[in-house]
Every structure is written in structure tokens, then in C-alpha cells.
């Protein structure tokens, strides 16, 4: 049963409170909406994309490319650190590469591992994204959508979520 399908399927657990329950809707809720969030942004960001003219590059490249920034990293590491729903980051990576936004060399010690950075063309890519994002916050502030502490206030439960989650899974294995 997917997520959706649970929100709009009433619990028949009689043993859960109401409160419980209500605190389950809500979660369910939250979960729904960090998805639906998470599209919203890879649409956005291909949306300014197309506006600009830019069409060889996906969102998910555009966001890989903003991750990695000025840092040389690995496949590993982009995995671990960002959030590309749906998408094959190698695959992704190879496309960078192929078209000339990332360098990438194998490591010396492990030539299992390869090590990737923006080219300059990459970095031009990861500017438009990042002036994408500081607009965005502007407009968050200015039009009052969101303050500073709101912010943190989100991002530290998201935080806080996270570090449950990840429990979890170490809990697991």
C-alpha cells in the first residue's frame, strides 16, 4: 500500500489513542508533503532551466552539480550526502561527465573510486542554481511566507527526524 493510499485509509487499530492517532495522520501527512516538496523543487529548478535555455541538464544533474560545488568528491559521497530521488547518481555522473560539467580521475590508492569536480561549465550550472535558491530565499522572507526562526524551526525537526530515522536503520543491522 503506498503512503497516499495509507493518509486516506482510516485506522482500524483500536488499541491506538486518538491522540496517537492523530499524531500518526499528521506524521503521514509530513511524509507526503517532504515528497511532494522535494518534486516541487526538482520542478522549479527545471522550469528556471527552461526559461534560461539550458536543456542538456535534468534537475537531479543541476542539484549534483550544486552539491558538489567547489569540493572534489566521490560517487559515494554525493550519494551519502544528497537527495536524488528516483535517480541513478552514476548514471547522472557519467551524463556530467559526458557532457563536460565534471572531471572526473581515478584514485591512485583505490582505482575502484573516482574522484569528480565541476568543470567551468559545471560551475556556471551550479551559479544559476545557487542564485536560483537566494532569490527563493529572499522571496520566502519578503513575502513573510517564512522568518529566520521558522526556518530553523524546520530544519531542526527535519534534523531531528533524520537522526531518528538513521537510528533506525543502525538499530536494524
Do not use: C
Not at 108 to 135: C, N
Request: net charge neutral; no cysteine; aromatic share 8%.
Amino acid at each position: 500500500m503506498t503512503l497516499h493510499a495509507k493518509l486516506n485509509t482510516k485506522t482500524d487499530d483500536s488499541t491506538m489513542s486518538p491522540a496517537n492517532a492523530a499524531f500518526m495522520a499528521t506524521y503521514l501527512d509530513s511524509l507526503l508533503l517532504v515528497e511532494r516538496l522535494h518534486r516541487l523543487l526538482l520542478d522549479v529548478i527545471k522550469d528556471e532551466f527552461e526559461r534560461m535555455g539550458v536543456l542538456e541538464i535534468n534537475p537531479v544533474q543541476a542539484l549534483l552539480l550544486f552539491n558538489v560545488g567547489e569540493n572534489e568528491v566521490t560517487a559515494g559521497e554525493l550519494k551519502s550526502r544528497g537527495y536524488y530521488q528516483g535517480s541513478n547518481v552514476s548514471y547522472n555522473l557519467k551524463k556530467l561527465v559526458d557532457n563536460g560539467y565534471m572531471h572526473h580521475e581515478r584514485s591512485e590508492i583505490d582505482r575502484r573510486s573516482v574522484r569528480v569536480r565541476l568543470t567551468q561549465k559545471g560551475r556556471e550550472i551550479r551559479q544559476i542554481v545557487s542564485t536560483l535558491f537566494a532569490t527563493h530565499a529572499e522571496g520566502l522572507l519578503s513575502r513573510g511566507v517564512v522568518d529566520q526562526q521558522g526556518i530553523e524551526d524546520i530544519t531542526g525537526s527535519l534534523r531531528r527526524v533524520e537522526r531518528y530515522w538513521t537510528e533506525q536503520i543502525r538499530y536494524i543491522y
